[in-house]
T-cell receptor, first 113, second 109 residues
Framework: GAGVSQTPSNKVTEKGKYVELRCDPI?????LYWYRQSLGQGPEFLIY????????DSGLPNDRFFAVRPEGSVSTLKIQRTERGDSAVYLC???????????FGQGTRLTVV | EDKVVQSPLSLVVHEGDTVTLNCSYE??????LLWYKQEKKAPTFLFML????IEKKSGRLSSILDKKELFSILNITATQTGDSAIYLC?????????FGEGTQLTVNP
């Protein structure tokens, strides 16, 4: 595709439920990043993939968060046992390699009620 | 811990004014400094700076990096209402971007 695509654009879920957020990066981009942005803050790093492997997952806040990229393209961010504090905009970005600019998707606004 | 600080946090100007946005950083393994514009959800890429003293320009926007003093500025000349947005500065260590809080710019007609 022409840009980074994220689905869904909005997700409302009940506390304790499981959610999956999808990211389809720019075709050919090997580097993929997930960020989380709370209101009034800059995006906060979660995880970086180079190809299929998570090269840096040090930003994941706890073990309820997990992400995969099985074929080196589409990535899914998975959140178990959601909490109200998980409410935020989840942004995905991709770049052709880790030394070039990253391009962001429109984000998924997650609301946990 | 990597840190990026932007100032001011908010700025209100009139159309036609020139603005300067500031970004300072403390980063291990620094590779580059990036500027993004965020209007709704998606930050859109403006500039990536890797070398000191080389100004990058795109229309009315320009940016420069000082790697000795660890800061960057983003200038916008002849501002328009369409420039109203949050401007994010981020440092790159290769595997991640560390963002500042952003500067909320409002341009009034």
């Amino acid at each position: 595709g022409a840009g980074v695509s994220q689905t869904p654009s909005n997700k409302v879920t009940e506390k304790g439920k499981y959610v999956e957020l999808r990211c389809d990066p720019i075709s050919g981009h090997t580097a993929l990043y997930w960020y989380r942005q709370s209101l009034g803050q800059g995006p906060e790093f979660l995880i970086y993939f180079q190809g299929t492997g998570a090269a840096d997952d040090s930003g994941l806040p706890n073990d309820r968060f997990f992400a995969v990229r099985p074929e080196g393209s589409v990535s899914t961010l998975k959140i178990q046992r959601t909490e109200r504090g998980d409410s935020a905009v989840y942004l995905c970005a991709s770049s052709s390699d880790r030394n070039t600019e990253a391009f962001f998707g429109q984000g998924t606004r997650l609301t946990v009620v | 811990e990597d840190k990026v600080v932007q100032s001011p946090l908010s700025l209100v100007v009139h159309e036609g004014d020139t603005v300067t946005l500031n970004c300072s950083y403390e980063v291990t393994n620094f590779r580059s400094l990036l500027w993004y514009k965020q209007e709704k959800k998606a930050p859109t890429f403006l500039f990536m700076l890797t070398s000191s003293g080389i100004e990058k320009k795109s229309g009315r926007l320009s940016s420069i990096l000082d790697k000795k003093e660890l800061f960057s500025i983003l200038n916008i000349t002849a501002t328009q209402t369409g420039d109203s947005a949050i401007y994010l500065c981020a440092s790159s260590s290769g595997s991640r971007l560390t963002f500042g809080e952003g500067t909320q710019l409002t341009v009034n007609p």
